[in-house]
Nanobody
Framework: QVQLVESGGGLVQAGGSLRLSCAAS????????MGWYRQAPGKQRELVAR???????NYADSVKGRFTISRENAKNTVYLQMNSLKPEDTAVYYC???????????????WGQGTQVTVSS
């Protein structure tokens, strides 16, 4: 099994910054990609940013130029640096990993428990 633990959420004023972290642990053989999704009240969960093991990244248009995703492969950890935050960034942010665990013959998606990010105007 693979566990994901997020940290770094909180309350910040518009224009401020936060840094989210997510560490994967457990019986991990490999991680293809890690990413961050978010879900605001009444809305569907959406991709924010994703990074592959080869460091290829992609971002939602709404966060390009403001958010940066990075990864430490040796630590199975992914980060999301969020700058110039806006009230519309308010959501629960979920870490995601496409990982192969021991005892499995194929990779699957794993999710963290989520961390609240609130941006006040």
């Amino acid at each position: 099994q693979v566990q994901l633990v997020e940290s770094g959420g909180g309350l910040v004023q518009a224009g401020g910054s936060l840094r989210l972290s997510c560490a994967a642990s457990g019986s991990i053989l490999s991680i293809k990609a890690m990413g961050w999704y978010r879900q605001a009240p009444g809305k569907q969960r959406e991709l924010v940013a994703r990074i592959t093991s080869g460091s290829t990244t992609n971002y939602a248009d709404s966060v390009k130029g403001r958010f940066t995703i990075s990864r430490e492969n040796a630590k199975n950890t992914v980060y999301l640096q969020m700058n110039s935050l806006k009230p519309e960034d308010t959501a629960v942010y979920y870490c995601n990993a496409d990982a192969l665990g021991s005892g499995s013959s194929y990779s699957r998606m794993y999710w963290g428990q989520g961390t609240q990010v609130t941006v006040s105007s």
